[in-house]
């Protein structure tokens, strides 16, 4: 069965520290993985996505991420958080149609 | 810029009303989705269409019809609305291209059914 797996629902960190968020999925074959982040009372907007090509993907706000095939993961990383990184992260897999993970809630402390 | 509106950001209804939740988007996308989000749960995707009077059930269509008489609209219907049918409904749209496969999301309605 198809699956998507954010191992950890909460996260809390220090401004200026580095964040990494888990993502590790189970499909048939590498389907197109995203990154996507709710603030508070928003919708989600696109942090990154992989299609193909190189593993290490940039996106906006500073994040990235990195595709490993060999562990079906799909990791969001920030070196340096900002308190507007506060913010629940969804990572989703298909094609077509998405299936998301159950998001881990990111807290930044002063 | 993609842009994806929804009718209403907030929205309370008794048990028992007919819902309905309006998605409008600008781009001429061919794909629409709607989709409920529920805490622990992430994103679950309700129904989805491929173009104008198509659907398709999604993973938790019980309860919920669809309706896509034009291209830029996707409304979502709540037949009967029940309390545990309380909820984030986030609309999304995207191009039919298959290399084009990133979703965009409106702001979210949030329903109370009391």
């Known amino acids: 069965a198809q699956s998507v797996t954010q191992p950890d629902i909460h996260i809390t960190v220090s401004e200026g520290a580095s964040l990494e968020l888990r993502c590790n999925y189970s499909y048939g074959a590498t389907p197109y993985l995203f990154w996507y982040v709710q603030s508070p009372g928003q919708g989600l907007q696109l942090l990154l996505k992989?299609?193909?090509?190189?593993?290490l993907v940039q996106g906006i706000k500073g994040f990235e991420a990195e595709f490993k095939r060999s562990q079906s993961s799909f990791n969001l990383r920030k070196p340096s958080v900002h308190w507007s990184d506060a913010a629940e992260y969804f990572c989703?897999?298909?094609?077509?149609?998405?299936?998301f993970g159950a998001g881990t809630q990111v807290v930044v402390t002063p | 810029d993609v842009k994806v509106t929804q009718s209403s950001r907030y929205l309370v209804k008794r048990t028992g009303e007919k819902v309905f939740l309006e998605c409008v988007q600008d781009?001429?996308?061919?794909?629409m989705f709607w989709y409920r989000q529920d805490p622990g749960l992430g994103l679950r995707l309700i129904y989805f269409s491929y173009d104008v009077k198509m659907k398709e059930k999604g993973d938790i269509p019980e309860g919920y019809s669809v309706s896509r008489e034009k291209k830029e609209r996707f409304s979502l219907i709540l037949e009967s609305a029940s309390t545990n049918q309380t909820s984030m409904y986030l609309c999304?749209?995207?191009?039919?291209?298959?290399?084009?496969?990133?979703?965009?999301f409106g702001p979210g309605t949030r329903l109370l059914v009391l």
């Open positions: 992989y299609f193909s090509g190189d593993t």
């Open positions: 999304a749209s995207k191009p039919l291209d298959k290399y084009q496969e990133t979703q965009y």
């Open positions: 781009m001429d996308h061919e794909n």
């Open positions: 989703a897999v298909g094609w077509g149609k998405l299936q």
